[in-house]
C-alpha cells in the first residue's frame, strides 16, 4: 500500500469519525429537547373577554395542547370545571384558563328560592353589585298608587338579601301608571338581578318590582350589619321631623 492508500484510508476514517460524532451530536440535542418539552397535555384559552361575575359558557373558550412541565399546576385541563362557575377578575381574550379566576356560584340555602327582577341601572349600584353581595332593597311608592288621600312613601322590602346573579345590562321598557288611566311608557338600562329570598321576601320583592315607582338596591358593606330596625323599614317626608 503506497502512501496515497494510506492517506485515502485515513481520511475515510476521519469523515466516518466526524459523521458518527455529528450524528450523535444531533441525537443527543434532539434527546435533550424532548426530555425539556415532555408530553402535551390539553388545556383551555379564552376566546373573547369575559366581565367579572358572570356565568361562565364553555363556548367562550378554546382547547389547546402544550407541554406539561411548561403547564402552571392551576390551568384548568377539563372544561367540565367551569360549569356552574363565575369569573371573580375580568378575563382577557388569550389568556390560560386557570382555577383560581373562577369560583362556584352562589348556592340556595335551604327553604330558599331564586327570583329576578329587572332593576334600572339609573337607580341600582351600578357596576358595584356582584354575586354574594349583600343589599337592602328599597322600594318607592306614588301617593297615587295608594289610594285618596296618601302619601309618597319609601319602603325597606328586603333588608340583606343575597345576589346570586348580575345579568347584562339590557335595553328595557316599562310601562307606569301616568294618573288619569293614562299608561307612561318609559325607556331605559336595565340590569337582571336574582335575589336568594324565602318566600315571604320573595313575594315583597315581586309585589314592588309590579306595583312601586321605583325599586333601588343599596350595597352593604361586606362584614357589615344588613339589618334595619322596624322604625327605619318606612319613610314619609312628612314624618321626617
Not at 373558550?61 to 377539563?78: H, N, Q
Request: hydrophobic share 40%.
Amino acid at each position: 500500500m503506497n502512501s496515497r492508500q494510506r492517506r485515502g484510508i485515513v481520511l475515510l476514517l476521519l469523515s466516518a469519525l466526524c459523521a458518527a460524532g455529528a450524528f450523535a451530536g444531533v441525537f443527543a440535542v434532539v434527546h435533550d429537547a424532548e426530555s425539556e418539552v415532555g408530553p402535551e397535555v390539553t388545556a383551555y384559552r379564552l376566546r373573547t373577554d369575559v366581565p367579572a361575575y358572570r356565568t361562565l359558557d364553555g363556548g367562550e373558550f378554546e382547547r389547546i395542547s402544550m407541554p406539561r412541565r411548561w403547564l402552571p399546576v392551576t390551568a384548568v385541563t377539563d372544561l367540565d370545571e367551569v360549569h356552574g362557575k363565575i369569573a371573580v377578575t375580568p378575563l382577557r381574550r388569550g389568556s390560560l384558563l386557570q382555577s383560581d379566576m373562577i369560583v362556584a356560584r352562589p348556592a340556595l340555602s335551604p327553604g330558599q328560592q331564586e327570583i329576578a327582577i329587572m332593576i334600572d341601572a339609573a337607580t341600582g349600584v351600578a357596576g358595584k353589585i356582584n354575586p354574594g353581595a349583600r343589599v337592602n332593597i328599597y322600594a318607592t311608592f306614588d301617593g297615587k298608587d295608594q289610594g285618596q288621600g296618601a302619601k309618597p312613601v319609601s319602603k325597606v322590602i328586603v333588608a340583606g338579601a343575597r345576589v346570586m346573579d348580575v345579568g347584562k345590562l339590557t335595553p328595557f321598557d316599562r310601562d307606569r301608571d301616568g294618573g288619569g288611566g293614562a299608561t307612561v311608557r318609559r325607556a331605559g338600562d336595565a340590569v337582571p338581578i336574582t335575589f336568594a329570598l324565602d318566600t315571604k321576601d320573595a313575594q315583597r320583592v315581586a309585589y314592588a318590582e309590579s306595583f312601586a315607582s321605583h325599586v333601588r338596591l343599596a350595597l352593604v358593606a361586606p362584614g357589615g350589619d344588613d339589618g334595619v330596625g322596624s322604625g327605619d323599614r318606612t319613610y314619609t317626608l312628612d314624618g321626617d321631623k
